[in-house]
């Protein structure tokens, strides 16, 4: 995805994005957009600000309004500083969307004035530094108050049914402590982890090169990439074990010696030409 055009969004939702002012998608937005609209989990390390849970919220809320408004669905927020009662009685009214900090989304289901019984997606924005104000209680609490019966199957090799609403969970994070890897193995099912960062300073000795291309594209341009490397060795990293035991069987028909290691977490395919 390399603009809002190849997105996939509804012609309805590609007009909000206009009337809204987001004229480009950002290196996250072209990432997980598609994966949202294929119901995948997924896991975004990325940089983050440094405003604290509420201000994070508002900000949130304020670019949600721009969509609701055109949309017509009814956003609440649930925010420290502020009346829970009068809060309650808005969610207990009803909404499509709910933007909380997790210690005040806790009290309004602690009070029955929430129930999340049929909330099918969840996002986690700043986990990590959720995680270290100690709200990690408040998080789970959250996650498990959502239904269970609709989480998609661990076996990634296991189609989903299409017609299915499953589960869907985004995570955002700086940083990956143990207690942010800890609600992903818990709440996430094969999540795709995208990383829109540099982690540091590149070699001088390595050359980065992006290359945006169509998903029906991507194998023969793969191909071509391995060619012109003549008999050098090349690693090709796979965000899932199945797409990697395809690309292993099309290469190995192609005539290349390929070996693939995958585990958990991340898919490998070894080329050796």
């Known amino acids: 995805m390399r603009s809002w ?23 996250i937005q072209m990432a997980a957009i598609p994966l949202g609209l294929q119901q ?7 940089e983050t600000g440094s405003a604290p849970t509420r201000e994070l919220a508002q900000q949130i809320e304020e670019e949600t309004v721009k969509f609701a408004h055109y949309l017509g669905i009814k956003v609440v927020s649930i925010l420290g500083g502020q009346s829970i009662e009068e809060q309650g009685f808005k969610i207990r009214k009803g909404c499509e969307v709910v933007i909380a900090t997790p210690g005040c989304l806790i009290d309004c289901l602690e009070r029955r004035y929430a129930v999340l019984n049929q909330c099918n997606y969840v996002v986690l924005h700043e986990a990590d530094r959720m995680i270290d104000m100690g709200f990690e209680p408040q998080v789970v609490g959250v996650l498990d108050a959502m239904p269970s019966s609709n989480f998609k199957p661990e076996n990634e090799d296991e189609e989903l049914d299409e017609k299915r609403i499953y589960r869907t969970t985004y995570m ?43 998903e029906c594209e991507q194998m023969p341009r793969l191909q071509k990439l391995l060619d012109d490397l003549v008999d050098k060795t090349a690693i090709v990293f796979i965000n899932t074990k199945k797409s990697a035991d395809f690309v292993s069987k099309t290469l190995e028909k192609a005539g290349y010696r390929v070996t693939t290691l995958h585990d958990d977490k991340t898919a490998i395919v070894f080329i050796n030409n």
């Open 5 to 27: 055009a190849e997105s996939k969004l509804s012609l309805e939702l590609l007009k909000v994005v206009d009337r809204a002012g987001y004229k480009t998608p950002s290196p």
């Open 40 to 46: 995948r989990d997924v896991i975004g390390v990325a």
């Open 172 to 214: 955002f994070s700086a940083t990956m402590p143990l207690a942010v890897e800890r609600l992903a193995r818990k709440y996430l099912r094969n999540p795709v982890v995208m990383t829109i960062r540099t982690a540091g300073k590149e070699t001088d000795l390595i050359t980065q090169h992006v290359i945006m291309v169509k």
